[in-house]
């Protein structure tokens, strides 16, 4: 790049300018070039949004202070460049279904495991607390077991013997709409900077943790495990997904970086959306297992197990070897 006009002070401003600047300039090209490949991680889109942005603001200095230059002409190639690889019209339909199961939600998935790991820690404190308060306080569980649970183990059966009343059709669209609405609650709320989040995780825990060990006490146990073998590893992992998701958005919050929090709150929030978009069809899917087979004496415990820990491990399995090809 060379400087065009008149005057040696022009032309010495203009190379002390292309000179400050033009490895970030070389940077961007670079990473605008690979964007059709696919091959960015999403460190490098981050790193091509905010060397766009800067690109942006040297392109307006020099249209103002060295005009008709060759380095004005090159930052306008450039970042109309950038441009385009950052804001062109996404494709849709099944392509995009696909680029979602095959790169996106394992990407996203992979780049934020701190949060999964803080959504785990949660829900297995909820766990061990309501566990341990039951055993250790049979009157605990007055506080922490539903009425309608205690009643049943009370008159020696599972409360969950009238799922097999309805149409499994209609049951199942009623389980897997509360299960949708409390992930979808779970994952709102890192917009509370992650504390409604935490909460509901641990209070779901608790919850589970309370009446499985209220079960065990009441003679109940086996069925009570029995139940949730086949639906209840997919319902535990959509459920830490949304969790997770929601601590996406949370950290988005309280630790920005660079960016300015709306940037980063849109830019991690479209990375939380493609692990809800996971959480979802899962819980759907664990729905019709908990009001087909869950609650179906005639599916054995073993039968149970093999079908829940089996779509367990294929989620998990798929999430973490999933994403060779970052998305773009």
């Known amino acids: 790049m060379t400087a065009d006009g008149p005057g040696p002070s022009r032309a010495s401003g203009v190379g002390a300018f292309v000179r400050a600047r033009r490895t970030s300039w070389e940077r961007l090209a670079e990473l605008v070039s690979r964007v059709d490949s696919g091959r960015l991680s999403l460190d490098e889109v981050e790193e091509l949004d905010r060397l766009y942005r800067r690109a942006a603001g040297d392109l307006a200095r020099a249209r103002a202070a060295f005009p008709g230059t060759d380095a004005e002409g090159y930052l306008s190639q450039v970042a109309a460049r950038a441009y385009g690889a950052l804001y062109r019209r996404r494709r849709g339909g099944l392509g995009a279904a696909l680029r979602l199961a095959r790169d996106a939600a394992p990407a996203a998935f992979q780049a934020h495991l701190p949060a999964l790991g803080l959504a785990f820690a949660f829900l297995a404190a909820g766990l061990a607390g309501g566990a ?28 969950t013997e009238g799922l097999l009343s309805a149409a ?89 970086g660079e960016w300015p929090r709306g940037a980063a709150l849109a830019a991690r929030g479209r990375e939380a959306a493609r692990l809800l978009a996971v959480a979802v069809p899962v819980l759907a899917l664990a729905a019709l297992l908990e009001a087909v087979i869950s609650a179906d004496a005639r599916f054995g415990a073993a039968v149970k197990g093999v079908a829940g820990l089996g779509l367990g491990a294929a989620l998990w399995a798929w999430l973490l070897s999933g994403g060779g090809r970052t998305p773009r």
Do not use: Y
């Open 132 to 159: 341990l308060a039951v055993a250790l306080d049979p009157l605990a569980a007055q506080a922490l077991v539903p009425p309608e649970v205690r009643d049943a183990v009370a008159a020696g059966h599972l409360w």
């Open 168 to 256: 499994p059709g209609f049951t199942g669209s009623a389980i897997a709409h509360n299960n949708v609405s409390a992930s979808a609650l779970v994952f709102a709320l890192g917009l509370t900077f992650g504390a409604g989040t935490a909460w509901l995780l641990f209070a779901n825990g608790l919850l589970l943790g309370a009446v499985a060990v209220h079960c065990l006490r009441g003679g109940l146990g086996g069925p009570f495990f029995g139940f949730v073998a086949a639906h209840g590893p997919a319902e535990l992992s959509a459920f830490l997904l949304a969790g997770q998701a929601g601590f996406v958005l949370a950290g988005a919050l309280v630790d920005p």
